[in-house]
C-alpha cells in the first residue's frame, strides 16, 4: 500500500517535444508528492512539487498535474532539451519518509 | 545555497568491515534521513531522525546499522559487519520541518563498494 508505480521505465522524445511521466499510488495518507531529477553518479535533485489540494503546478517547462479521486500525478516536460536527459523520480511523502517510484530514464534527441 | 554535503564520495570496503558514511546536513534543517540506491534501482528509505532519535526505519535498517549525531553539524551512519548486498548508493537529506511541503534536499552521495 506505500507503493508508488512509475511508467514509463524509459522515454525518448525529440527536442522540442512534450514528455511525460505518470505516477499512481494507493495510500490516501501520503500529503506531498515531489519530483526528482537525477543525473548519473549525483544526487537526486528536487524539480517541483505539489500537495493533493491543489490539481496543477506549473514552474518553467514543467507542470505537475495531479488527480486525487484516482490517486495519480503526472509529470509534464515541455519543450524537453537534451539537457533534461536525466532518470526522473517521483515520490510520495508520508510521516518522516519519501516512498520513491522505481525512476523514468528519459533521454531527449537534438 | 545551503546544500547537503556527504564523505566519502566513494568508499571501498572488505566485507566484513564497519563504515562510516559521513553528512552536514543543511544547517537549519532539523530532520535528517538517510537512502539508498543499488545500481540502477530505484531510491530507497533507510531511516529518519529527529532531535537524536530514530523517528522510523525500514525493514532495510537492521542492527547492522546505526546512526548518530555526533555534534551540531554532522550525521553519521555506520554499517557494522558489511555484506556483499551493501554496496550502493547511500543519500543523506535533510528537512528543515516534517510538515506536508517540507521538502527533503539530497546530498550527492556516497558509493559503497563491499567487496
Known amino acids: 500500500q506505500q507503493q508508488v508505480k512509475q511508467s514509463p521505465q524509459s522515454l525518448i522524445v525529440q527536442k522540442g517535444g512534450i514528455s511525460i511521466i505518470n505516477c499512481a499510488y494507493e495510500?490516501?495518507?501520503?500529503?506531498?508528492f515531489p519530483w526528482y531529477q537525477q543525473f548519473p553518479g549525483k544526487g537526486p535533485a528536487l524539480l517541483i512539487a505539489i500537495r493533493p489540494d491543489v490539481s496543477e503546478k506549473k514552474e518553467g517547462r514543467f507542470t505537475i498535474s495531479f488527480n486525487k479521486s484516482a490517486k495519480q500525478f503526472s509529470l509534464h516536460i515541455m519543450d524537453s532539451q537534451p539537457g533534461d536527459s536525466a532518470t526522473y523520480f517521483c515520490?510520495?511523502?508520508?510521516?518522516?519518509?519519501?516512498?520513491f517510484g522505481t525512476g523514468t530514464r528519459l533521454k531527449v534527441l537534438a | 545555497e545551503p546544500e547537503v554535503t556527504q564523505t566519502p564520495s566513494h568508499q571501498v570496503t572488505q566485507m566484513g568491515q564497519e563504515v562510516i558514511l559521513r553528512c552536514v546536513p543543511i544547517?537549519?534543517?532539523?530532520?535528517f534521513y538517510w537512502y539508498r540506491q543499488i545500481l540502477g534501482q530505484k531510491v530507497e528509505f533507510l531511516v529518519s531522525f529527529y532531535n537524536n532519535e530514530i523517528s522510523e526505519k525500514s525493514e532495510i535498517f537492521d542492527d547492522q546499522f546505526s546512526v548518530e549525531r555526533p555534534d551540531g553539524s554532522n550525521f553519521t551512519l555506520k554499517i557494522r559487519s558489511t555484506k556483499l548486498e551493501d554496496s550502493a548508493m547511500y543519500f543523506c537529506a535533510s528537512s528543515p520541518g516534517l510538515g506536508s511541503g517540507d521538502t527533503q534536499y539530497f546530498g550527492p552521495g556516497t558509493r559503497l563498494t563491499v567487496l
Open positions: 544547517s537549519n534543517h532539523l530532520y
Open positions: 515520490a510520495a511523502s508520508i510521516i518522516y519518509k519519501y516512498i
Open positions: 495510500n490516501t495518507a501520503f500529503d506531498y
